[in-house]
């Protein structure tokens, strides 16, 4: 087996109450690292199409990659993949917390959790013992997230889900410590199977193919993100929600359900503002991540919990009109202690107060007003009342109630939180990556919106380039498994340093902007590892990784997704927009929204796919995906 | 009407206040000016805090749009602008 790999998969029936240890599959693992990719390989190879999300034919995976359990800082992700509930197509979400690490010490690189039991279960699974046993949780059933791993005690890692998704509401997540695979619905899924709980323990050791070297030079690179500006400085001290008043500077923080890009009081709901107000400390809730991006706060009643994220901060916050932090600190202990994806609830509650404001919906919420909210958010996730109706997410409720042109979702799932109006870039990535409208399967927007050095968001240049890059690198490390803000990383301190006002940053932006051709030809050279990711994979399966490898494996993996989701029906009709993203303008500059039409096309030539969005034969061939 | 300053936050936490109201029509030069001159004698302090900041004007970095001598429009909302990273 490849060195960085357990080299084993564990297969569980619900049904039969079964499991068997197979072994993996080194050619899958070579063309797909681990992770989603391998994930994807095998959802694909196990379903046939139409199969209903919610059935028992849909097997969930937990998918680790072989920078799992090497130590090596952010690399403590696992992957979750299943066929969406909410998107119908491809489903997958990343999460942080220690399971992924508690996998690889059970020598797991891979759980598929197959069929559902009749009555609620849980699993206990020793690595060491080779055994899994199903336990009743009937009396975990109806617990938060929580209180659920409090109850499942400290000597094992844990993947459980709250009441959220144990009544299938189509955003619930699974978390893990305090960390949640938040999106497409892999959480409604576990509910379905009745699976409230996965614990796993054990003692292996990881081998790695050099591990002085990689020791080494973990070492010294410990230092080096201390000292970054980014993973050592403005995340560890502000969070993500350190970028609030950037976006909105920016004119691309949801506002009003996205009517807006930009709040008066933004800066009530930011990293440094919480610094200030209310901050009772700084965590990592990831395990070996040095970084420490996740903030404590107080909420009444709960004591001391996660703080929120950037994107719950602004879509549980403007977005809603509201800018009390005290309330989006407790929606947001609320979402994740039920168990649910705040990005989906945040766009859902938008919409229903959009709605409520239109006299197409009484839902007794309102812009700018916090009455009703938390309410709200316990009937979603049990179901209750109107609560029931929000909990199928924005598309579904659209359809019942009219709405399209203004319900926020790319394929059914919620968008993030960065208006592509003012984001072109991030606007082709919302609209072409498969599981749907979200910003970390590529971040775009970092290279033309909130990063140190940006290229202008609003001109066409590099802005189908840039997607295709970055979603193929985001699937790479969303295949290793690694957090995807080791990217931020990449960009070296000096260029932090530099003033945007000055003449050196116009020149390197002017000649990014136009490198087109010659910015995926550099990205696609095979030289040597440059990158820490590059090397620890080297260093870790003795194999030779450099970036053009990394792009040939994420375009892979992209591709394959790809052919899953036209599979299931979903083509390119529906790589667009919201209506109110392409016509409405809010940038008194321009009078319509984003430029899509003009990009989608150039877009689809760059991956090599017809002009309906379908991979040709050739690309395929190519990349060796096999449908 | 007037322009609208939006001040980062550490300009705001020095200055008690997160924007500023100039009246008429400035250029982007005597923002810069005007909002200097309310640091009175701390101005060092506001070329530290905005050494590595944009000017943003309606979202829209200015550098790319407007010189620093061509006058505001009425109801223009002029940013400082920070990188930052989130997700
Ligand atoms: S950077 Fe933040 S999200 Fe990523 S692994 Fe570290 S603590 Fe977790």
């Not at chain 1, 901060?313 to 649910?340: C, S």
């Not at chain 1, 877009?603 to 990349?623: A, S």
């Not at chain 2, 061509?70 to 920070?82: C, E, H, M, N, W």
Request: a neutral charge.
């Amino acid at each position: 087996m490849i060195k960085g790999y357990a080299g084993r998969i564990l297969d569980v029936d619900l049904g039969s109450r079964s499991f068997a240890f197979q072994p993996l599959d080194e050619n899958t693992a070579r063309l797909y690292l681990g992770g989603k990719g391998y994930g994807t390989r095998l959802l694909y190879d196990l379903t046939p199409a139409g199969i209903d999300p919610l059935g028992p034919e849909n097997p969930l995976i937990f998918a680790t990659g072989p920078l799992n359990g090497s130590l090596a800082p952010q690399s403590n992700r696992f992957a979750v993949v299943c066929k969406s509930p909410l998107t119908g197509g491809i489903g997958s979400a990343a999460c942080g917390g220690s399971f992924a690490f508690g996998l690889k010490k059970a020598g797991i690189d891979i759980l598929i959790v197959r069929n559902q039991s009749a009555t609620p279960v849980r699993l206990e699974i020793d690595g060491d013992r080779d055994s899994v046993t199903f336990l009743d949780a009937t009396d975990l059933w109806g617990q938060g997230t929580r209180a659920t791993q409090e109850a499942l005690g400290k000597g094992r890692n844990h993947a459980v889900i709250g009441p959220a998704g144990e009544n299938q509401v189509l955003y619930a997540g699974i978390v893990s410590d305090e960390r949640i695979a938040g999106r497409t619905g892999v959480g409604a899924v576990m509910g379905s199977k009745r699976l409230k709980a996965v614990s796993v323990t054990g003692t292996r050791k990881l081998e790695l193919e050099d591990q002085e070297k990689f020791n080494d030079y973990t070492k010294w690179l410990r230092k080096l993100f201390r000292s970054h500006p980014v993973l050592g400085e403005k995340l560890r001290r502000y969070g993500t929600m350190g970028i609030v008043n950037t976006t909105n500077a920016r004119n691309i923080l949801p506002t009003r359900n996205f009517k807006y890009g930009h709040h008066d009081d933004a800066m009530s709901v930011s990293g440094e503002y919480l610094e200030d107000h209310g901050l009772v400390g700084v965590k990592s809730s990831c395990i070996h991540c040095p970084v420490a991006c996740g903030r404590e706060v107080a909420v009444e009643g709960a004591g001391r919990v996660k703080g929120p994220e950037y994107e719950t901060a602004a879509l549980l916050g403007p977005n809603l009109e509201i800018t009390d932090l005290r309330w989006v600190n407790e929606w947001n202990f609320l979402a994740d202690d039920l168990g649910m994806d705040s990005i989906s609830l945040g766009v859902t509650l938008g919409f229903a107060m959009e709605l409520q404001e239109r006299g197409l919906l009484q839902a007794g919420l309102a812009f700018g007003d916090a009455t009703g909210v938390s309410d709200m958010i316990q009937d979603i996730a049990h179901r209750r009342g109107l609560g029931n109706e929000l909990a199928d997410g924005v598309k579904r409720m659209s359809e019942r109630h009219g709405g399209a042109a203004f319900a926020m979702h790319v394929k059914g799932l919620e968008l993030s939180a960065y208006d592509p109006r003012g984001s072109y870039a991030q606007g082709v990535e919302y609209a072409t990556t498969n599981r749907g409208g979200c910003h970390v399967q590529g971040a775009s927007m970092y290279f033309e919106s909130t990063g140190p050095l940006t290229i202008d968001p609003q001109s066409l240049r590099l802005k189908a380039e840039i997607p295709v890059v970055q979603q193929n690198l985001a699937c790479a490390i969303n295949s290793m498994v690694l957090c995807i803000f080791t990217t931020y990383g990449m960009i070296p301190k000096q260029v932090h340093a530099l003033d945007p006002k000055s003449r050196l940053y116009r020149t390197i932006t002017y000649f990014f902007e136009r490198s087109g051709p010659l910015y995926r030809l550099l990205m696609r050279l095979k030289l040597a590892p440059v990158t820490w990711f590059e090397k620890w994979l080297t260093y870790i399966t003795g194999q030779t990784f450099t970036s053009g490898h990394l792009q040939e494996i994420g375009e892979r993996i992209f591709n394959l997704e790809r052919m899953y989701n036209l599979r299931e029906g979903i083509g390119g009709a529906e790589d667009t927009l919201p209506h109110r993203m392409l016509h409405e303008s809010t940038f008194p500059h321009l009078d319509s929204g984003h430029p899509l039409d003009q990009l989608l096309p150039r877009y689809y030539e760059i991956r090599g796919w017809d002009p309906q969005g379908v991979p040709l034969q050739r690309t395929l061939d190519r990349l060796q995906v096999r449908t | 009407m007037s322009i609208t300053v939006e001040l980062t936050y550490d300009l705001a936490k020095a200055l008690g206040s997160r924007r500023l109201e100039l009246e008429g029509t400035p250029t982007l030069r005597q923002v810069l000016t005007l909002t200097r001159d309310r640091f009175g004698a701390e101005g060092a302090a506001f070329d530290r805090l905005t050494r590595v900041t944009a000017l943003v004007v309606n979202g829209v970095i200015a550098s790319r749009t407007h010189s620093l001598d061509i006058p505001l429009q009425a109801g223009d909302r002029v940013s400082f602008l920070k990188a930052a990273a989130g997700g």
